[in-house]
């Protein structure tokens, strides 16, 4: 069964979640004193094995267990491509199934082509059900686009999971699960800011500055 506890100390150990000095501008365009930077996690075949291995649990615990069926798990371009097709693969090993899907997005679109040739690498298909997976959700422009993409082709996404929720509200005040919630897609996130910043506090003993700027930022 996947182990919340476990995961969110691989993540701390793996140096995902860490604080800054000055705060930074994200590519939400928020601005932050806090990160969640999950490169790490697929720099080497030893850390994605173990990611995917987490993901793989959560999957079946909270996905397959809760009879939600897909066909294919995909990865949101490009952070999460390469943690969806091993996943992808690993499970293709351990249903022994020889025809599990491999499906990457493209990075830039083709600017030419229907969608499931423009968006996709792979054999996609009409009434595909789709896992999506994403690294770190903050505003889920990214993943909500990607939703999109697959919807435009006529895919179905039976459900989205992020490997970090950073818990902030979007500039329309609804949080990621509300956002997608509208589209019709369940969220699944399998660690959050409010476990995993007590857990970089105590690492890394950040200013009392730097934890007041966090909180206010929730606030």
């Not at 298909?125 to 686009?145: H, P, Q, R």
Request: aromatic share 10%.
């Amino acid at each position: 069964m996947f182990d919340k506890v476990r995961f969110n100390q691989f993540l701390i150990d793996s140096n995902v979640i860490g604080f800054f000095d000055k705060p930074v501008i994200l590519k939400s365009g928020r601005q932050s004193y806090w990160y969640a930077n999950c490169r790490n996690l697929s720099n080497t075949f030893e850390m994605l094995d173990k990611t995917a291995d987490f993901v793989i649990e959560f999957i079946d615990e909270n996905i397959t267990g809760d009879g939600i069926e897909f066909d294919y798990v995909y990865g949101v371009p490009e952070g999460a491509s390469k943690l969806a097709i091993i996943v992808s693969y690993k499970l293709g090993l351990k249903n022994n199934d020889p025809n599990q899907k491999i499906v990457m997005g493209r990075g830039q679109p083709k600017p030419h082509g229907v969608p499931k040739d423009k968006y996709f690498i792979g054999d996609v298909n009409e009434g595909d059900n789709v896992l999506v997976i994403e690294d770190v959700t903050t505003t889920a422009g990214s993943l909500l686009t990607t939703i999109k993409q697959l919807k435009e082709a006529k895919i179905n996404v039976v459900g989205a999971l992020s490997l970090v929720n950073r818990m902030e509200k979007r500039d329309d005040g609804k949080s990621v699960e509300a956002a997608l919630n509208e589209l019709g897609v369940p969220y699944f996130p399998l660690g959050n800011a409010f476990n995993l910043l007590p857990l970089a506090k105590q690492k890394y003993n950040p200013s009392n500055e730097i934890l007041q700027h966090i909180e206010a930022g929730f606030r």
